[in-house]
């Protein structure tokens, strides 16, 4: 390194990413009315046209989703491809759009499942990584200039951050944070809130997407691994003071981990002042508040989720946005005294929080990540592309009231969720409630992917049929054109 890190002189964002919060209250209230209700799906006919779109224009896509069969368990390597009636082979990201092998082309509101705030494939990352790759490659095991850069822009945009430890992705993170907790506190107790996804490792594999479902997709996992993982239901802080109480007699709780909108990217919505509240009750019980930013991290502002409700957690979980889409997006900050048990080095004698990873923070990751962040400053592109999300929720509430539609649109900012089959929703507050949930998850999911497969075939990519991530690449134009792409698919129903 021959040259001094660039001070970091860029202007300050003064718009908010997120132009207001959800109206809770109504929220739930609709909420309750979707999933009273049976479900509203595409009339059968319309249903086999959308099959048609597929089976005409879809056939190189098909093709290679039948070969991808014999190699791949399931078909696809990632989740969030597996969509119905069979993934799409994608050739080509640009800006707002996706195309497919067959030439077909879609507006992108899956964005990667959410890295790619500036829009696919932009070029001044690209630039900037081929630059790196020529001059030294991916990876070299060693100290680079970048990852100096990259944790020192993180310190400096997110408010609860002054140390920074980079990792694989946000699983590894989540799984790094956890022990960072307990290493800290001396304590055993890691509470979750129901529904939140906080990645795969056998720790947090509870009480996902569902509240109350527990071990449920606990498959391969010992019991053992997720003895002291605890769950508690969303907005709820008396029932996070019950457990706190009994956990105290117990060992005591080292974190309560949240994703700060809410689980599931905010598809339950916190109340304004759950942070707040759960910041003191935390102070109280001596207890590490973690917030999971994995998705809310740059995209709810550069500053996160922590700087729009001014809320510090004491470990801050990133992922996503940090490398703006390439490989390799996870880390922990935090406070500085907290972060200490993180040192990294061969055999030291201190007592710290073991972690690794052979490609951790390796140059191409930090490059991408450093320039993607500081272009997105430049651009304004968390409060642009919250903008897109704002148009983006209004229109759908407009075609959805228009067309008496029970079907329930609410965004924070580029986070859009539109919720159609309410299988997110269900009421699991108590053992029957959850029964019955479980019983009726089937069908209202295989509606969603019904949705989901009827915004491809009018050229949407969407996240799992139930959420529109928007980015700086959202134009109006582009709003305006997917709303009427909706619009006609609402008109199947
Ligand atoms: C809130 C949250 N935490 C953690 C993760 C896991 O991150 P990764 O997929 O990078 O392992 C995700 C992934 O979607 C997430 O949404």
Known sequence: MNKPL?????????????????????LYRRFDALVKQPIRPLKRDALNKVMGYFDERCQGSRRLSEEAKKYIPGGVQHNLA????????IAQAKGAHLTDVDGNRYIDFLQAGGPTLLGSNHPAIREQVNRILD???PVTGLLHEYEVK???????????VDMVRLLGSGTEAVMAAVRLARAYTRKKWVIKIGGAYHGWSDQLVYGMRLPGTGRMEAVGIPRGATAHTQESPPNNLDALRRRLQINRLRGGTAAIMVEPFGPESGTRPVHPDFNRQLRKLCDEFDTLLIFDEVVTGFRAGLGGAQAYFNVMPDITVLGKCLTGGYPMAGAIGGRRDVMQLLAGGIGTSARRAFVGGTLSANPL??????????????LNAPALAGRAGDRMRK???????RRGLPYVAYNMGSIVHLQTSGVLLLDTSNPLKLLRARNEAKSR???????GAAYTAHGLITLAGSRIYTSLADTDDVIDDALERFDAVFQLV
């Open 6 to 26: 660039d001070p970091i002189t860029l202007p300050a964002v003064t718009d908010s990413a997120v132009s207001q919060w959800p109206d809770v209250d109504s």
């Open 82 to 89: 597996f969509n119905h009636p069979f993934p799409l082979a």
């Open 135 to 137: 001059d030294c490659g």
């Open 150 to 160: 990259l944790a020192q822009l993180v310190c400096e945009l997110m408010p609860g």
């Open 365 to 378: 990751s930090c490059v991408a990540g450093y320039y993607a962040l500081l272009e997105a400053r430049k």
């Open 395 to 401: 229109g759908l509430e407009e075609i959805i009231n």
């Open 445 to 451: 999911k295989h509606m969603m992917e019904e949705m």
